[in-house]
């Protein structure tokens, strides 16, 4: 193990180093490799990950995929910006009202919202995410409807022709949906075309719409286009978001909420 005492700049080059040569690493881990405090480990993470050199997790962080094709799989994000999800999440359930319906996208943080909103009354919730439908627990005067449809190869989330028809004739109060990249000009993108129609649909059949990523979507375009910035009501992400991109959507009067 190399014991180097490093200055900050040159420390945080090695932690990137060493992230990428080990795919990811834990904040201990990290303090007793650089022999510093956690609490230096935590801001260095914290700063790599603005930057963009690195992904902050729960507890450490991992390599940046720099690929915007790439798509993780669900095993991977759920365990990613944890935290700043159910952040996120607990925002989006504050939105929803008694006696709501309710159109929620598959994706790691619009599970959270599911979540959030387990234990309220009245309300009916759409999803074409089976593994929110099975893991969540809901109020019994609640209901909750899974669209239909054909599932993707070694994935929870349903799409196709039956996904859309049942989407395309909904009207719902508010639908949450997730995304892959949010950007100026590339707008809101997703990883795959399988769900693309699913999520456009699910805009248009919402009196409110609403994108919920973390800051870590932000910035970047990934291959399929959903729809413009314009095109939904409000953007919901966590206080990561650097103040540049925050200033640029609210110059184009953006909505947008940091939590």
Do not use: W
């Amino acid at each position: 193990m190399d014991r180097t005492t490093y200055i900050p700049a040159e420390r945080q080059k090695k932690m990137i180093e060493y992230i990428e040569a080990n795919t990811s690493a834990q904040i201990h881990e990290l303090a007793q490799e650089f022999r510093v405090s956690e609490a230096t480990v935590r801001r260095d993470l914290d700063d790599l990950d603005r930057q963009g050199a690195l992904r902050r997790t729960h507890g450490g962080a991992i390599k940046v995929d720099r690929s915007t094709s790439y798509e993780h799989m669900y095993s991977e994000k759920i365990n990613l910006m944890t935290e700043e999800k159910q952040r996120i999440a607990e925002a989006a359930a504050n939105l929803v009202h008694h006696g709501d319906t309710v159109l929620i996208d598959s994706g790691t943080t619009t599970f959270f919202i599911a979540q959030a909103l387990a234990n309220r009354e009245q309300l009916t919730i759409i999803t074409n995410d089976l593994y929110l439908a099975y893991q969540t627990p809901i109020h019994p005067s609640s209901t909750l409807i899974v669209t239909g449809g054909m599932r993707r190869h070694g994935r929870q989330e349903l799409v196709g022709t039956v996904t859309e028809n049942f989407i395309r004739e909904t009207h719902v109060d508010i639908a949450f949906i997730g995304a892959d990249g949010i950007d100026m000009t590339g707008g809101v993108t997703n990883a795959n075309f399988a769900e693309l129609g699913v999520k456009q649909l699910m805009i248009k059949a919402a009196m409110r719409s609403v994108v919920v990523a973390d800051h870590s979507k932000f910035g970047r375009v990934a291959l399929a286009r959903i729809c413009n910035l314009e095109d939904v009501d409000l953007l919901i992400t966590d206080t990561g978001l650097d103040d540049e991109m925050k200033n640029r959507l609210r110059k184009l009067s953006i909505m947008l909420e940091t939590v």
